[in-house]
């Protein structure tokens, strides 16, 4: 049941990300300069900190999606539903310690 | 204590297909919408956690990640058709699957009939404004944009 909450309200977040990613996104087509001002005025702690938080919910999303696929499809879905949610956290979780320590040295640290 | 009430489901006229005329509360047949649109959000999912994953990777994890990321980036990606057409999928896919996504819970907790339909039109207006933009964003893009024959700066132009 609280996979089924997070998978929602994770769908929602990434559903106005999206029209505001777009809508950035196309200011390439207003001029160099608007696109680099947004853009730049995107890379501060802050906002690394909300990247890493919308990778969360992708992520999530993803992998308990793929789960969701498994549970309708295959034959043994259903009786390792839970199984297969644990599997979805710790690749979760596995992944995003490695997004994290990536992104966040690079968005947080010297350049 | 009033009884509990067992509403029609709200997710178009169900019944239509396989189930026998004699369980469709509403009469009429809507085709096989609903179970197409299930059907869809499954196939999209594998396919957008494949674009969506490798869009990530390639603009955030790789190279300078987001520092990276300028007007010059954008125009280097655009510049082959391969980046086009994965962020064009990636566009036309995330939108359905996130739009029907939002429908569903629209249909689920909005109980009056007028504040879901008007929801669903925003939400398809919206949805279309910005397929449409983006579509034609990444299909009219101009890596080096020249305004009353002066180049725009920080474009990503050949040197003269």
């Known amino acids: 049941m609280w996979s089924w909450v997070g998978h929602r309200v994770t769908g929602v977040v990434i559903f106005?990300?999206?029209?505001?990613?777009?809508?950035?996104?196309s200011l390439v087509r207003v001029s160099p300069e608007a696109y680099n001002a947004v853009i730049g005025s995107y890379k501060n702690p802050l906002m690394a900190l909300g990247e890493t938080g919308l990778v969360a919910?992708?992520?999530?999303?993803?992998f308990n999606g793929l789960r969701i696929i498994a549970v309708d499809f295959w034959k043994k879905g259903a009786k390792y539903q839970r199984q297969m949610l644990w599997t979805v956290l710790a690749l979760w979780v596995i992944v995003m310690?490695?997004?994290?320590?990536?992104?966040?040295?690079?968005?947080?640290?010297?350049? | 204590?009033?009884?509990?009430?067992?509403q029609t489901p709200r997710s178009g006229k169900v019944g239509?297909?396989?189930?026998?005329?004699k369980y469709n509360r509403n009469g009429s047949s809507k085709?096989?919408?609903?179970?197409?649109?299930?059907?869809?959000m499954r196939l999209s999912g594998v396919v957008l956690v494949v674009l969506i994953f490798g869009h990530l990777f390639v603009n955030l994890m790789v190279g300078g990640g987001i520092h990276a990321v300028d007007f010059g980036f954008v125009a280097g990606k655009w510049a082959d058709p391969f980046w086009q057409v994965w962020d064009l999928a990636m566009?036309?896919?995330?939108?359905?699957?996130?739009?029907?996504?939002?429908?569903?819970?629209i249909n689920d907790y909005a109980e009056r009939d007028a504040t879901r339909l008007?929801?669903?039109?925003?939400?398809y207006a919206a949805a279309a404004a910005i397929v449409i933009l983006g579509t034609l964003v990444i299909f009219t893009f101009n890596p080096c944009p020249v305004v009353d024959g002066v180049q725009l700066p920080g474009g990503f132009c050949p040197a003269p």
């Open chain 1, 16 to 25: 106005f990300f999206l029209l505001v990613h777009v809508l950035d996104t």
């Open chain 1, 57 to 62: 919910a992708i992520v999530f999303h993803a």
């Open chain 1, 97 to 111: 310690v490695g997004f994290s320590i990536r992104h966040l040295s690079l968005a947080l640290g010297g350049h």
């Open chain 2, 1 to 6: 204590m009033s009884a509990t009430q067992i």
């Open chain 2, 16 to 21: 239509a297909g396989r189930v026998a005329p």
């Open chain 2, 31 to 40: 085709g096989n919408f609903e179970m197409l649109a299930w059907l869809f």
């Open chain 2, 91 to 105: 566009l036309w896919l995330a939108m359905l699957h996130g739009s029907n996504g939002v429908r569903t819970i």
């Open chain 2, 118 to 123: 008007w929801l669903k039109i925003v939400l």
